[in-house]
């Protein structure tokens, strides 16, 4: 999936001489954390809710409101900002917001402004990865390292007729072992579980059952 595919294309955006209670304005009406700064459609920096909000506790307590309405976005933007493509891997961008640490990625192409993306924007592209609006079983099997055994699972699906919703590879405890995740479209996995295990795969949830 491509940042494209998730990016929010209808991003609200001040100008640098946009006064900041203009842009505390528009962040409250719209509802939104981040403001692009631009010009003339080229991105200058970005804001957030938490720096209009650094400038509005000193005023109020110096009782002078009209600093608000003389004080301009450029004069607190912040110009030093991480830009995606969006061409680029949703995988990728959550990266950089994870290393970075920051709430959003202005989306950037030929030097334009295009989209924003953020983090609860991943959140849901991540959930719909993993496939978690459909029904469906969880299962996760621990397996060997080394080639064939995503194809032993997915010859076992084909046998039962069950399509496999979402599937992703993680780390397991054993350097030498691989965790694969699996959503697949079926209520009742129990056959395919013990087929799994047959395999010589080891099924880490769900957990077998005494009794079982």
Known sequence: ???????????????????????????????????????????????????LRDVKPSILEADNLEILSTTRVKDIVHTSIITVHPLDA??????????????????????????????????HAIVDMLGMGQPGSYLEVEVPDRPGALLDIARIM???????????????????????????????????????REAGYAVVFPMALKGE
């Open 1 to 51: 999936m491509l940042v494209e595919d998730i990016m929010v294309r209808q991003v609200y955006v001040v100008g640098p001489e946009t006064t900041v209670l203009e842009a505390l304005t528009l962040a409250e009406q719209k509802r939104v954390r981040h403001l692009p700064v631009v010009d003339e459609g080229r991105l200058l920096g970005i804001i957030s809710d938490r720096d």
């Open 158 to 196: 084909k046998a039962h007729g069950v399509n496999i919703i979402s599937v992703f590879v993680n780390p397991a405890r054993q350097r030498s072992s691989r965790v694969i995740a699996l959503r697949i479209a079926t209520f009742d996995p129990r056959q395919i579980i013990q087929e799994i």
């Open 90 to 123: 949703i995988e990728d961008a959550a990266k950089m917001l994870y290393d970075h640490r920051i709430g959003c990625l202005p989306v950037v192409q030929a030097g334009k402004l295009v989209g924003i993306i953020t983090t609860t924007d991943l959140l």
